[in-house]
């Protein structure tokens, strides 16, 4: 199963962008949905995550500019990014894992490609 972004793209700080994962083939009864970044030089880390029930974490560093939210039946994960600044320039990655909602990545079985967000200054 691959997953897919979209949704990614340039955007002057301040501004917001609204990335789109969607999961064919994959039904996400009881899969929690996870968002991963990784900057350029810098390894891949956790954003947010969104159980199967709804349930959310954020990391420190997006907390409060960040929301994440699913809809099962159209198979798709959302991360809205408000107030974004030069250090979420990232390629952002949607993964799936079946269980708990966690930023730990290795927990994660599928995965998509990435979409690129640039945020200049």
């Known amino acids: 199963v691959r997953m897919v972004e979209s949704g990614g793209g340039g955007v002057q700080a301040g501004g917001s962008l609204r990335l789109s994962c969607t999961a064919p083939?994959?039904?996400?009864?009881?899969?929690?949905l996870g968002w991963f970044r990784q900057a350029p030089g810098k390894g891949r880390e956790g954003v947010s995550c969104?159980?199967?029930?709804?349930?959310?974490v954020y990391a420190d560093s997006v907390e409060g500019r960040f929301t994440i939210s699913r809809d099962n039946s159209k198979r798709t994960l959302y991360l809205q990014m408000d107030s974004l600044t030069p250090t979420d320039t990232a390629t952002y990655y949607c993964?799936?894992?079946?269980?708990?909602?966690?930023?730990?990545?290795?927990?994660?079985?599928?995965w998509g490609q990435g979409t690129q967000v640039t945020v200049s200054s």
């Open positions: 083939g994959l039904d996400l009864d009881y899969y929690a």
């Open positions: 993964a799936a894992r079946r269980g708990t909602c966690s930023l730990f990545q290795n927990w994660y079985n599928y």
């Open positions: 969104i159980g199967w029930s709804g349930g959310s």
